[in-house]
């Protein structure tokens, strides 16, 4: 696992949205996933202008969505959907059979799990996974205690994850499930880039990047991928101990 620094979030974020350029210059018919958050907002805006401007050719890559909100409808501001859709899916033109995006509204969310499995397995797998990190140390809603075996996933919402995801909704909002991709997918995707921004991550990267590799802290699998990265700013930095990571 690789550790990068940034002075800043707009740096950091730059530096990620290159990576998601420089991948489909290198390789258009790329799979990316992306997480949806506050985290991920600048690097995505960054793609989308970086595409147009250098004429990026975006129409023969996948793009895969990391997780939704179990029941709340595409429309609703506060969706990953919804995310996904005005930062990335309408900027870049990305058509209906490039984009998997989990159906929070399936009624067999079971199935939904299934179909984007097959979807990526179809595809030969994710060249490229964005994700953030959450405040219990969740990647997805792969939350504190969930086997690192799993492909995607209906997961019944942390405590953390129900409050602290009140943040994307303009009214209070019922949250009980998720629907994600699972560990098992960020294992075998064949780069990953956990990102995370501001103070107030600070704890949870430290023990990302310097705890025991646990299922109670779903990000220190990040210390296992062979292809991972770990790519923060200054102030996510401040609590890690960068004399024991280097020795
Ligand atoms: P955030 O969410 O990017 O909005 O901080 C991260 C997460 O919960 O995974």
Redesign the pocket.
């Known amino acids: 696992m690789k550790l990068n620094i940034y002075p800043d979030n707009q740096t950091l974020s730059a530096q990620v949205a290159n990576e998601v350029i420089a991948l489909i210059k290198r390789m258009p018919d790329a799979v990316f996933c992306l997480?949806?958050?506050?985290?991920?907002?600048i690097a995505c805006q960054l793609v989308a202008e970086k595409a147009i401007s250098e004429g990026i050719d975006f129409s023969k890559c996948t793009f895969v969505g990391l997780d939704e909100w179990l029941g709340v409808a595409p429309d609703n501001e506060g969706s990953c959907h919804h995310f996904f859709k005005t930062l990335l899916i309408e900027p870049l033109r990305l058509s209906p059979n490039q984009t998997f995006l989990f159906d929070a509204l399936a009624t067999n969310p079971q199935e939904e799990c299934k179909k984007m499995d097959e979807n990526i397995f179809n595809k030969g797998g994710i060249d490229l996974m964005i994700?953030?990190?959450?405040?219990n140390g969740?990647?997805?809603f792969n939350e504190p205690g969930i086997s690192f075996e799993k492909y995607s996933h209906v997961a019944d919402l942390d405590n953390t994850?129900v409050t602290?995801?009140q943040?994307?909704f303009s009214s209070p909002t019922n949250l009980k499930q998720g629907i994600t991709l699972g560990l098992k997918h960020l294992m075998e995707s064949k780069r990953v880039i956990l990102?995370?921004n501001?103070k107030?991550?600070a704890g949870v990267i430290a023990k990302a990047v310097g705890g025991e590799i646990s299922n109670q802290f779903p990000a220190t699998i990040i210390q296992r991928h062979q292809n991972g990265e770990v790519a923060i700013d200054e102030e996510a930095s401040s609590e890690l101990n960068l004399k024991i990571i280097q020795s």
């Open positions: 997480a949806s958050g506050d985290t991920p907002r994700v953030g990190i959450g405040m969740h990647i997805g994850t602290v995801g943040k994307y990102m995370a501001g107030k991550k």
